[in-house]
């Protein structure tokens, strides 16, 4: 069974930074595509940013693009998500999420189907 732990989240200004690390056990995570995703209150989950298994490929939403980096450490079983110039309506849960088989192409691994495991989240408030 996989588990996914984050951490790194908390209370920070807009502007600031912050970098969540999301801890995998249970499955080789060398062939586990690592995807982040976010919910904020009211709000669905939506995808933020994905890499691929051996971190050549990463994608990112609109939102997070210029401002979030993603990354990969196999040897720590670790996944990160660098996150600078942080603004209030990043405020939400942040959800790492593991998958097998997830395609570089199309639009596939911004979707939530695409990842069979998840962490329990972590809390990113960002106030202003």
């Known amino acids: 069974q996989v588990h996914l732990v984050e951490s790194g989240g908390g209370l920070v200004q807009a502007g600031g930074s912050l970098r969540l690390s999301c801890l995998q056990s249970?499955?080789?995570?060398?062939?586990?595509?690592m995807g982040w995703f976010r919910q904020a209150p009211g709000k669905a989950r939506e995808f933020v940013a994905h890499i691929s298994t051996a971190g050549g490929v990463t994608t990112y939403a609109d939102s997070a693009k210029g401002r979030f980096t993603i990354s990969r450490d196999n040897a720590k079983n670790t996944v990160y998500l660098q996150m600078n110039s942080l603004k209030t309506g990043d405020t939400a849960v942040y959800f790492c999420a593991s998958g097998l088989g997830v395609s570089n192409l199309g639009v596939s691994r911004m979707n939530e189907q695409a990842y069979d495991s998840w962490g329990q989240g972590t809390q990113v408030t960002v106030s202003s």
């Open positions: 249970g499955r080789a995570f060398s062939i586990s595509a």
